[in-house]
């Protein structure tokens, strides 16, 4: 139990998670023809940016405090796929590794896909039938 507790609290300071963006889930459908072209759920506006230089100007120290310890941003995406794969073709959920390789997640029904929010992803065009998933995001303080 201790190793599990100890690991556990190393993976949450390395992304220092809080909770669900907006405490909701997405539910997605995808038809016919439908995609979701190339993105990210979070980029480099969730890194930390200083807007104060020196002490010298109290608005700016009260908005980097603000900036630094209040905001929250995207950093894990989750997706949960609920169509069977037999009853949709296309629709495969494409990522992008750090080496610029491409891969294709797992399509079964009751899946769970989490990477990072800031991971290039896209969903291809259906071909035939309907694709849904439930999609949320776990989010945290800015990057620092």
């Known amino acids: ?29 995808y038809s016919t023809g439908e995609f979701y072209n190339w993105h990210h759920d979070a980029g480099v506006m969730g890194l930390y940016k200083p807007q104060a230089v020196g002490n010298k100007d109290n608005d700016a120290l009260v908005q980097d405090f603000l900036n630094k310890n209040i905001e929250s941003v995207r ?19 494409e990522l992008i590794d ?24 896209r969903v291809l065009p259906i071909t035939r039938g309907v694709r849904k998933s439930i999609v949320g995001w776990v989010v945290g303080p800015r990057w620092k």
């Open 1 to 29: 139990m201790w190793h599990y507790v100890e690991r556990a609290n190393r993976e949450n300071f390395l992304y220092d998670i809080k909770n669900i963006d907006g405490e909701s889930l997405q539910y997605t459908m």
């Open 98 to 121: 750090e080496s610029g390789e491409s891969y294709i997640a797992p399509r079964l029904r009751g899946t769970v896909i989490i990477f990072d929010s800031r991971t290039q992803h």
């Open 75 to 93: 950093k894990l995406s989750i997706v949960l796929q609920l169509s069977d794969p037999e009853t949709y073709d296309g629709g495969n959920l």
